[in-house]
T-cell receptor, first 115, second 111 residues
């Protein structure tokens, strides 16, 4: 069964500092990978996605993520965090061959941005 | 595109009452998902449809919950009777088969 692990429940980062959120997955076939962001009181918004090809993908709001097959990871990064990046971030994995359309979500990482 | 539309945005009801949540997916999306989000349990998939047919309802908590998708542009999630432990934010999402697009959610409070 596919699974997604986000090891960090909560991260505090200073405004202007870099941010990296970890995501590890367990899946036999090549997964589709996603990062979503949820601001307070809002729905989940897609930040970026990886299907195939270049393992470094760019997303909205200055975020990027790198797929590393050997480490079963898809970590999210941002070079310089803005106060508006305070939110909860979810990693998700899907498959083209199993339960097409269904995504497995991680538990989320809450990001707090300090002045 | 208006995105996924959910109504109502907020619902307050009393224990024992019937609650109906509504969702209009993005046109052309073949998949529709219902999720529940709480502080304690996080984001849970309740049920999902493909081409209006329920594919997996294993996440539906109990018989008090039911979901329908009578056509490609409308789905409902019904709770009857409602209980205080059903209080949560309920999200609808639609998908063309890859990424999912979420609605703004319905915040349900059962007193």
């Amino acid at each position: 069964a596919q699974s997604v692990t986000q090891p960090d429940i909560h991260i505090t980062v200073s405004e202007g500092a870099s941010l990296e959120l970890r995501c590890n997955y367990s899946y036999g076939a090549t997964p589709y990978l996603f990062w979503y962001v949820q601001s307070p009181g809002q729905g989940l918004q897609l930040l970026l996605k990886y299907f195939s090809g270049d393992t470094l993908v760019q997303g909205i709001k200055g975020f990027e993520a790198e797929f590393k097959r050997s480490q079963s990871s898809f970590n999210l990064r941002k070079p310089s965090v803005h106060w508006s990046d305070a939110a909860e971030y979810f990693c998700a994995v899907g498959s083209a061959t199993d339960s097409w359309g269904k995504l497995q979500f991680g538990a989320g990482t809450q990001v707090v941005v300090t002045p | 595109d208006a995105g996924v539309i959910q109504s109502p945005r907020h619902e307050v009801t009393e224990m024992g009452q019937e609650v109906t949540l509504r969702c209009k997916p993005i046109s052309g999306h073949d998949y529709l998902f219902w999720y529940r989000q709480t502080m304690m349990r996080g984001l849970e998939l309740l049920i999902y449809f493909n081409n209006n047919v329920p594919i997996d309802d294993s996440g539906m908590p109990e018989d008090r919950f039911s979901a329908k998708m009578p056509n490609a542009s409308f789905s409902t999630l019904k709770i009857q009777p409602s209980e205080p432990r059903d209080s949560a934010v309920y999200f609808c999402a639609s998908s063309p088969g890859t990424e999912q697009f979420f609605g703004p959610g319905t915040r349900l409070t059962v007193l």
